[in-house]
């Protein structure tokens, strides 16, 4: 099986900035990233930045000119730097990798919360 562990969240002022990082690991075989969501309290999960297999990225738009996504293939990492942070950026965040042969199964990590409070 393939596991996602995300890292990097945590407790921050407005404007400051955090990266987080997601590492997947076991049958890394034929999976590829797909991008970041995060799931604030009493909201559905949405999806905050995208990369494709050719490295074209995409974004919300109340994340954009923010947050740069980026991947490293041969750690099989993904990255999300996250600048200029707003309370609204409060939320568990979310990496998401998928089965490059079956785009419909997908795999997700626990999360990591990350906090924007003063």
């Known amino acids: 099986q393939v596991q996602l562990v995300e890292s990097g969240g945590g407790l921050v002022q407005p404007g400051g900035s955090l990266r987080l990082s997601c590492a997947a690991s076991g049958n890394i075989f034929g999976i590829a990233p797909m991008g970041w969501y995060r799931q604030a309290p009493g909201k559905q999960r949405e999806l905050v930045a995208q990369?494709?297999?050719?490295?074209?990225?995409n974004y919300a738009d109340s994340v954009k000119g923010r947050f740069t996504i980026s991947r490293d293939g041969a750690k099989n990492t993904v990255y999300l730097q996250m600048n200029s942070l707003k309370p609204d950026d409060t939320a568990v965040y979310y990496c998401?990798?998928?089965?490059?042969?079956?785009?419909?199964?997908?795999?997700w990590g626990q999360g990591t919360q990350v906090t924007v409070s003063s």
């Open positions: 990369i494709n297999s050719g490295g074209s990225t």
């Open positions: 998401n990798f998928y089965d490059t042969s079956w785009r419909q199964k997908d795999y």
